[in-house]
């Protein structure tokens, strides 16, 4: 059966990357504007680079929010998260004044605020390995450290352990994705990670 699988175009997104990738897994993607594209979708992407105000201004303007929200409290379809995308679904950011989409108990944090931290590199850039224990259908048929492509200056800080999908250690561990219910945060880019991304992506759409 054919997936209506949309990718939230707010301004903000590595959109290319993920069609291309859904492209080669045998998947259709569209790219939506407008709350009616969005709701009629049977899967989401929400994509994201750069600043996190921003990020929720250009979803405010495009009159996203509640439709976005919508879709994950009142619908078991699919949504996924990336990088600064997974950011918006926490309540708020160091980064910005702005309310986040408020769906995970949690913040986004500067990296900074890590312990240990004093003489890395921000921002985290560059393969890094994730870490999971439970077993999770967006992670499965994955090695237990598999590696995916980071750029982020600011980390998702869970206060649920049980939305904590995996965690990774940039001198220090933070978690790398979180999960609940239909929702699903990734901070890396799967869309950039090759193979993994592409048995993520083939993962997201089996769901």
């Known amino acids: ?7 939230i175009d707010y301004g903000a997104g590595n959109i ?3 069609q291309n990738m859904i492209r ?8 939506l ?12 992407v929400l994509p994201g680079v750069g600043n996190f105000d921003h990020g929720m201004q250009m979803l405010m303007d495009k009159n996203l929010v509640e439709p976005i929200k919508t879709f994950m409290n009142s619908k078991q379809r699919p949504l996924l998260g990336i990088c600064l995308g997974a950011q918006l679904l926490t309540k708020n950011s160091e980064e ?18 890590l312990a240990n931290t004093e003489n890395i590199r921000i921002p985290h850039m560059g393969w890094n390995f994730i870490h999971y224990e439970d077993d999770n259908h967006l992670l499965c048929n994955l090695p237990q450290q598999p590696r995916f492509y980071f750029v982020h200056s600011y980390f998702l800080h869970s206060n ?3 939305e904590v999908l995996c965690t990774a250690n940039y ?6 994705g979180l999960h609940k219910n239909n929702v ?5 880019h799967p869309e950039k990670s090759h193979k993994y991304g592409m048995q993520l992506f083939q993962n997201f759409l089996n769901l």
């Open 160 to 162: 649920a352990s049980s």
């Open 16 to 18: 290319g990357s993920i």
């Open 24 to 31: 080669r897994l045998g998947g259709e993607s569209y790219v």
């Open 171 to 176: 001198k220090t561990m933070f978690a790398a």
């Open 96 to 113: 910005g004044q702005l309310s986040g989409l408020g769906f995970f108990d949690a913040e986004v944090l500067h990296f900074s605020k």
């Open 33 to 44: 504007h407008d709350a009616q594209a969005l709701l009629a979708a049977d899967k989401l």
């Open 1 to 7: 059966m054919t997936q209506n699988i949309g990718i």
């Open 184 to 188: 699903w945060a990734v901070q890396f």
